[in-house]
């Protein structure tokens, strides 16, 4: 098989990169090792900056998401049983919409059989080749057949765990991470949110986010530590956990129930140098992870798709410049959003060995954050997505 660019990874880089390039008429193979069940029972982001949302629109997959996704124009911080508003429509002018990146990842499955390109899933022994040549391949097996897909370019969208990185040159990679004293238990619940924004609660006893995916669908994080088994964690203790660390006036309006999904996260910044090796690009998770306190991942997934595609349709058309800026570009972006997302993590958690004065540095940065509309406005703009 031949095509123009062989994408590893049917997760939402890979998905929505296929579609973008679908549309300008570049053709793509999505190689995707897991079943698509497997694939889209995922529980991960559900917050989309604005530049996801148009982005999403650009490839034709935004229909559900704008009649059912939600408009978010602010969040809560709470800190010592009390809130302030981050005001991202008046600081910025610009939203955010919730929408789950399982509903994201359905449409663009979707969006791809529609264009009679389905996702190749079931894949094992993905192996990309010749990426310093002017003829890469990549060779798979699928049902203990082999098969070879000889392509122009091949896009890295196997997340953190997947081979493309593996493929860059030690000598070549530069990867800087840094690994979170603590995880992040979520529960899904067929309960109303227990407010119309999101919430982030600083408390002495840890860290706990209250989002949603619906009117009828909540999502809630607590912090809690390392060694934690998510089986040790009742739903009930999880709820009572909650009530502890968020607002008295928010505890009480919390409504219960059972626990439809529930799982530990564990929390790093990872971001691997170069994005780019010879006919190699790599896009989301496979280039950087970033501590989810920001509602960063899945968009900075999505930032990457944009320059790749910008590069690609531009290569294609005569004009090599853009992609051959890609990594400069992308990487400008992703640490920016690791700042935010490190800054944020550090100002809400609570580090096991941070002490008094850390303690101290996170009630100032809130109190600073509740009194100064520069300083409100600075976490808006981040929040809310940097301009690609
Ligand atoms: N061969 C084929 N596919 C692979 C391989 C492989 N060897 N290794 C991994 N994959 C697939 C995974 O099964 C997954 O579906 O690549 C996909 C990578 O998807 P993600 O990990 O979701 O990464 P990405 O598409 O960059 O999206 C980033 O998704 O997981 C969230 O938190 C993450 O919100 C962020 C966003
Ligand atoms: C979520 O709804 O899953 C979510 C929202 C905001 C975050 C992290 C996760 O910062």
């Known amino acids: ?20 390039l679908h549309r300008v008429g570049i053709a793509s193979v999505v190689l995707e090792r897991r079943s698509r069940a497997h694939v889209l029972g995922r529980i991960r982001a559900g917050v989309l ?55 994201v990842t359905r449409d663009l499955y979707e969006a791809r059989d529609a264009a009679g390109d389905p996702v190749i899933c079931g894949v094992e022994g993905v192996a990309p080749h010749d990426l310093d040549s002017d003829a ?64 982030y609660a600083n408390h002495e006893r840890g860290f706990a986010l209250c989002s949603m995916r619906s009117d009828q669908l909540s999502r809630h994080y607590l912090q809690v530590p390392l060694g934690d088994r998510v089986e040790a964690w009742t739903d009930s203790a999880f709820w009572e956990e909650l009530r502890r660390r968020i607002p008295t006036e928010s505890a009480e309006a919390l409504v219960t129930g059972p626990s439809v999904e529930k799982s530990i996260a564990p929390l790093r910044s990872f971001v691997a140098e170069p994005m780019r090796w010879g006919r190699l690009f790599l896009v ?3 280039a950087h992870i970033v501590p989810p306190t920001g509602a960063k991942g899945l968009n900075l997934a999505f930032s ?16 090599s410049r853009a992609l051959d800026s890609y990594s400069e570009r992308a990487l400008a972006r992703v640490w920016k959003s690791e700042r935010f997302s490190w800054s944020m993590t550090t100002m809400l958690h609570r580090f096991p060995d941070g002490g008094g004065f850390a303690q101290k540095m996170q009630d100032s940065e809130l109190a600073y954050l509740e ?17 690609f």
Request: charge should be negative.
């Open 304 to 319: 990457d798709v944009h320059y790749l595609h910008d590069g690609l349709t531009r290569h294609y058309q005569g004009d």
């Open 49 to 103: 900056e604005w530049g996801s949302v148009e982005l999403l629109r650009l490839a034709g997959v935004g229909a559900r998401m704008d009649a059912q996704g939600h408009v978010h124009e602010g969040i809560y911080l709470a800190s010592r049983n009390k809130g302030f508003r981050i005001d991202f429509k008046k600081l910025t002018g610009k939203s955010v919409m919730v929408w789950g990146q399982t509903e």
């Open 284 to 286: 989301g998770d496979a």
């Open 136 to 199: 890469p391949y990549v060779t798979y097996t699928l049902d203990g057949a082999e098969h070879r897909i000889d392509c122009d370019f091949v896009a890295g969208c196997d997340g953190f765990h997947g081979p493309s990185r593996q493929a860059i040159p030690a000598e070549v990679l530069r990867e800087y991470e840094r690994v979170y004293p603590f995880g992040w238990l979520g529960i899904l619940s067929e309960t109303p949110p227990v407010s119309d924004e999101l919430i």
């Open 1 to 20: 098989m031949r095509t123009q660019i062989c994408i590893i990874g049917g997760g939402p880089s890979g998905l929505l990169l296929a579609q973008l």
């Open 371 to 387: 009194q100064s509309t520069a300083a409100q406005t600075a976490l808006a703009e981040n929040y809310v997505g940097l301009p």
